[in-house]
């Protein structure tokens, strides 16, 4: 749980970044993001498919800037 509700903060603060237009932030919001599925995946709280399909979907937002 504390995994998933990680990766959803992230993702939010990522999306309010790229919102805003603030490139660095959106940069290091990304960073965060990927290093927090890849945790969640390793620790088998998110599937592999639905962690790269997460980190798909940050690369995607964050290529709107």
């Known amino acids: 749980r504390r995994f ?3 990766v ?10 790229v919102g805003a237009g603030d490139a660095e932030g959106a ?6 993001l990927i290093s927090t599925i890849d945790r ?8 592999r498919n639905s962690g790269a399909r997460k ?4 690369a995607r937002l964050r290529a709107e800037l």
Do not use: G, M
Not at 27 to 32: D, L, V, Y
Not at 40 to 47: E, K, P
């Open 4 to 6: 998933t509700s990680a």
């Open 8 to 17: 959803k903060t992230h993702f939010r603060h990522l999306s309010d970044a």
């Open 27 to 32: 940069e290091t919001a990304r960073k965060r």
């Open 40 to 47: 969640a995946v390793q620790h088998r709280a998110l599937h």
């Open 55 to 58: 980190k798909a979907r940050a």
